[in-house]
């Protein structure tokens, strides 16, 4: 269904999530910015995707690089209307090492800054340019789709700094919708299980399999195209705003 003549944004969109998420928003005819610090993947996804594509690359941390990304989205000929927040990075560590040394302060401040600070940082650059676009029927100007992970709810050990960061994004949703409605721009952020990204890939074939196992249903790991139908769906139901949706199989993570 080609129903999105406007432009979106995407960040981390050179692979998993992100990449899968440009081209169901270009397959839906969208003018699809992709926002990535990975040059080649991100480039050659522009390109693929043809069209009125492009690609910036993107510190999501800094305010110019994000604001350089955002004035090529909206400079398409179309409005912005659509931004997908899916940079980020994964650290491990506990709290407490096994030697007793603590957690790497720099660590968890790296963490936090790139998912955390990072979303919010496209999310308040990109809504300040959906809010001087003109408004459709129901007064909406656009979308913001955040990625969480269901660690902000079932941080498992070794994830305090994920988690923290991940828990940060569920917990500022409501807020920031609630901040943007008076110009028309809905927040919604999803929260994804385990899912089959680049990362993932890597491990053994056993590995793959007993995390799929622990699915209730289906019994698989998520694929990226699961979240980008998400993410569509969040971007044509105008009514959903301020909500967290889990997409994990109804997994709840255990301690270890």
Do not use: W
Not at 34 to 43: F, I, N, Q, S, T
Not at 96 to 107: C, Q, V
Not at 163 to 192: E, H, N, Q
């Amino acid at each position: 269904m080609t129903d999105l003549d406007v432009a979106a944004l995407v960040t981390g969109g050179a692979s998993g999530l992100g990449a899968a998420t440009a081209r169901a928003l270009a397959a839906a005819g969208a003018a699809v910015t992709v926002v990535d610090l990975d040059a080649d993947r991100g480039a050659a996804l522009a390109a693929e995707l043809g069209g009125d594509a492009s690609f910036v690359r993107t510190d999501v941390t800094d305010e110019a690089s994000v604001q350089a990304a955002v004035a090529d989205a909206a400079g398409k000929g179309r409005p912005l209307r659509i931004a997908v927040n899916c940079a980020g990075i994964g650290y491990a560590g506990r709290l407490l090492g096994r030697d007793g040394s603590p957690h790497e302060l720099g660590a968890f401040t790296r963490t936090v800054t790139v998912n955390l600070v990072g979303t919010f940082n496209v999310l308040r650059l990109a809504a300040a340019a959906m809010a001087a676009t003109e408004p459709g029927p129901d007064g909406e100007r656009g979308v913001v789709v955040n990625t969480a992970s269901i660690a902000a709810y079932d941080g498992q050990v070794g994830q305090v700094a994920y988690a923290a960061s991940k828990g940060g994004i569920v917990g500022m949703t409501l807020p920031a919708a609630r901040d943007l409605a008076p110009v028309g721009v809905r927040v919604v952020t999803i929260a994804p299980g385990i899912v089959d990204t680049p990362l993932l890939a890597a491990l053994p074939e056993a590995a793959r399999t007993a995390l799929a196992d622990n699915v209730p249903f289906p019994r698989r790991l998520g694929r990226p195209a699961d979240y980008a139908d998400l993410a569509l769906a969040v971007v044509r139901q105008g009514y959903l705003n301020g909500e967290v949706i889990r997409m994990d199989g109804a997994l709840r993570m255990a301690p270890r």
